[in-house]
């Protein structure tokens, strides 16, 4: 599975962005699909994730009620809808694939091991 994630940019504190995973060789619908993005001299950390039927979707304490996930099968594409931004919301942004569907059973969906496909990252700047 190739996953090509794109939308980031620079926005200002309060502002929002929309990034998007494109899958560009395989379906997506039987995966569960996870954000995790990456600070400077931080760890990779999960975002949230969102199950392959679109009926589960877990977020991070940090984004929680600021950012929504969702999917579109038939277009093979994830969205991350941001809003509220931070400045502590600047890193690069990934998306990724779970063949073993953690998000749908609820275990180990924050888990980077759990996700065995990865796109590369698109770059989010907030400006305070």
């Known amino acids: 599975v190739q996953l090509q994630a794109s939308g980031g940019g620079l926005v200002q504190a309060g502002g929002s962005l929309t990034l998007s995973c494109a899958a560009s060789?395989?379906?997506?619908?039987?995966?569960?699909m996870g954000w995790f993005r990456q600070a400077p001299g931080k760890e990779r950390e999960f975002v949230g994730s969102?199950?392959?039927?679109?009926?589960?979707?877990r977020y991070a304490d940090s984004v929680k009620g600021r950012f929504t996930i969702s999917r579109d099968n038939r277009k093979k594409t994830v969205y991350l809808q941001m809003n509220s931004l931070k400045s502590d919301d600047t890193a690069v942004y990934y998306c990724a694939a779970d063949r073993h569907k953690t998000t749908y059973y609820g275990r180990a969906y924050s888990t980077k091991a759990s996700y065995e496909y990865w796109g590369q990252g698109t770059q989010v700047t907030v400006s305070s």
């Open positions: 969102v199950s392959w039927n679109a009926g589960s979707t």
């Open positions: 060789t395989h379906t997506i619908s039987s995966l569960d």
